[in-house]
């Protein structure tokens, strides 16, 4: 699927110069989408809710921040890691979504804060995940890092995740959750 395809939800020219508006089904069609579409969609999408990605959502990496300008190289990677090899699987949501948990292999590990608050991308409404409360044990550099999520379908949510520790975000990569 070509990264234009794949970015659906977003909006694109056609080679008439008309703008085509196409739906997102799947967290799946989202991998290794370029960086710039999934921001445009992130952008387009409502702060997401737990309650309806469910107790345990699926997770993908879909795209690298940093690999932008090289997109071309780094999108097999992408969707090789989105293939299954990765140990990490998605999050779970507790305490009617305000907290939850990283499911790696089966474990709930790295313990995150949940509520929507001003996204660092445009201020606007996201769903922030933050791992920065001492409480959690979380440790360095999992604390320092800031998740966002955004509705862009039904059940399926993406976002950036930022690395906090300079004290200005620094955008890392694109990630995605889809009830299961």
């Not at 110069?17 to 921001?39: I, N, W, Y």
């Not at 969707?79 to 090899?85: E, I, N, T, Y």
């Not at 044990?137 to 862009?152: C, S």
Request: glycine share 12%.
């Amino acid at each position: 699927m070509s990264t234009a395809a794949a970015a659906k939800g977003a909006e694109k020219e056609t080679s008439t110069g008309k703008r085509l508006t196409v739906q997102v089904t799947s967290l799946s069609e989202l991998l290794g989408a370029h960086p710039d579409s999934l921001e445009k969609m992130y952008r387009a999408g409502k702060a997401a809710d737990p309650a309806e990605l469910g107790e345990s959502p699926r997770g993908l990496l879909l795209s690298s921040a940093k690999g932008k300008n090289v997109f071309l190289l780094t999108r097999p990677l992408m969707k090789a890691l989105g293939s299954g090899v990765l140990p990490w699987e998605g999050k779970t949501f507790d305490h009617g979504g305000n907290s939850g948990q990283n499911l790696v292999m089966g474990k709930r590990l790295t313990r995150f804060h949940a509520e929507v608050g001003p996204s660092e991308l445009d201020g606007k409404p996201s769903l922030i995940l933050s791992y920065a409360n001492p409480a959690h044990g979380n440790p360095w550099p999992l604390r320092d890092l800031r998740d966002e999520l955004r509705t862009v379908a039904h059940g399926v949510a993406i976002g950036p995740a930022f690395f906090m520790g300079s004290g200005s975000p620094n955008l890392l990569m694109w990630f995605g959750l889809e009830a299961r």
